[in-house]
């Protein structure tokens, strides 16, 4: 005979009460499958790129670096590094601010347009860029300036697109309004 108790341990998630698709924890609004898909974490997205940009001055050394690699570059860098950091920490502090989870495989709660979204509607991807830029220009990484590129078509197919539609399927007219007044990049 087994006791209640060992039988429930036992089950597996598909054998447990169907509780309305929510589970102790979950964020209020969440429903299975309520999130954009998309292709991974966008910081791991500028990792890689950068990750690959070394290892390509690894193994493809190219010398673009001008012989008097100025201090000026490096300052551009950090201004841009500065510039991708303030851009990514408001549009957090906006999705904060609203009540809205910051994690892109969490559902969305309302469509954000305050702070650095009412100029942007992608505000933390063009930060991930411009870090991207400023990390390239500070460590004179020859090969950034080449994975800027699938930096920025990954994050743009791979997440905005997907984000766009998932966020128009859920807030219809609301998000349509926001599409229409708010330019996706720049």
């Known amino acids: ?15 447990r009460p169907d509780t309305g698709g929510t589970q102790p924890g979950d964020t209020p609004g969440d429903t299975p499958g309520d ?9 791991l997205i500028l990792a890689a ?3 690959l940009a070394i290892l390509l001055g690894y193994l493809i050394p190219v010398d673009l670096e001008p012989e008097d690699y100025s201090v000026e570059i490096r300052v551009a860098g950090a201004a841009l590094l500065a510039l ?3 851009l990514g920490v408001t549009g ?3 999705f ?4 809205t989870n910051v994690e892109p495989h969490k559902p969305s709660l309302v469509v954000v347009d305050q702070g650095p979204y009412r100029f942007t509607r992608n505000p933390m991807y063009l930060g991930l860029i411009s870090v991207h830029l400023g990390i390239t220009l500070i460590a004179s990484l020859d090969w950034g300036l080449a994975t ?15 984000e766009e539609a998932y ?16 330019r996706r990049w720049l």
Do not use: C, N, Q, W
């Open 1 to 15: 005979m087994t006791d209640d108790k060992s039988t429930a341990d036992s089950r597996s998630a598909d054998d």
């Open 35 to 43: 999130t954009p898909g998309v292709i991974a974490f966008p910081p």
């Open 49 to 51: 790129a950068l990750v």
């Open 84 to 86: 991708g950091a303030l």
């Open 92 to 94: 957090i502090l906006a």
């Open 96 to 99: 904060r601010a609203a009540g």
């Open 148 to 162: 800027v590129i699938p930096l920025a078509a990954l994050l743009h197919y791979g997440v905005v697109l997907r």
């Open 167 to 182: 966020l128009l399927a859920k807030f219809d007219a609301e998000y349509a309004s926001f599409l229409d007044r708010t």
